[in-house]
């Protein structure tokens, strides 16, 4: 399922890229294509900034595992209450971490879009 997720977002974020493409390209009059180019810039870079952010809220996610981890060490609760808690911290790891591969996915494909859009404003 996790595969699945992967492909549409590389499929939904390709999608995306071909639009911006051959809208650019079918556009003739430079002042139209500029304006489309910009119009785009911007939102690919809302976008791009919105998942960088992302990687600091990953990252408070990641020190609160470990400081989960640790805690659940020096609980010295009983077995069953350990393994649940290893669970639940294996779970968050799990669902962080394929966050982390989505954003990186996004900004590559965003980077794509932000080249492609500053290549069609600077080329008349």
């Given at each position: 399922?996790?595969?699945?997720?992967?492909?549409?977002?590389?499929?939904?974020?390709?999608?995306?890229?071909?639009?911006?493409?051959?809208?650019?390209?079918?556009?003739?009059?430079?002042?139209?294509?500029?304006?489309?180019?910009?119009?785009?810039?911007?939102?690919?870079?809302?976008?791009?900034?919105?998942?960088?952010?992302?990687?600091?809220?990953?990252?408070?996610?990641?020190?609160?595992?470990?400081?989960?981890?640790?805690?659940?060490?020096?609980?010295?609760?009983?077995?069953n209450a350990v393994a649940s808690r290893?669970?639940?911290?294996?779970?968050?790891?799990?669902?962080?971490?394929?966050?982390?591969?989505?954003?990186?996915?996004?900004?590559?494909?965003?980077?794509?879009?932000?080249?492609?859009?500053?290549?069609?404003?600077?080329?008349?």
């Amino acid at each position: 399922m996790i595969f699945a997720s992967y492909a549409y977002r590389v499929l939904s974020n390709f999608v995306f890229l071909g639009l911006v493409y051959f809208t650019l390209n079918l556009l003739e009059k430079y002042e139209q294509r500029a304006t489309v180019a910009i119009l785009v810039l911007v939102y690919a870079t809302m976008h791009a900034l919105s998942g960088l952010r992302s990687f600091y809220f990953f990252q408070r996610i990641e020190r609160l595992e470990g400081e989960t981890r640790r805690l659940a060490a020096a609980a010295g609760e009983g077995p069953n209450a350990v393994a649940s808690r290893k669970q639940i911290v294996a779970d968050v790891t799990a669902l962080r971490h394929a966050g982390e591969i989505k954003s990186y996915i996004d900004i590559f494909f965003l980077a794509l879009v932000i080249l492609l859009c500053v290549a069609k404003i600077v080329v008349s």
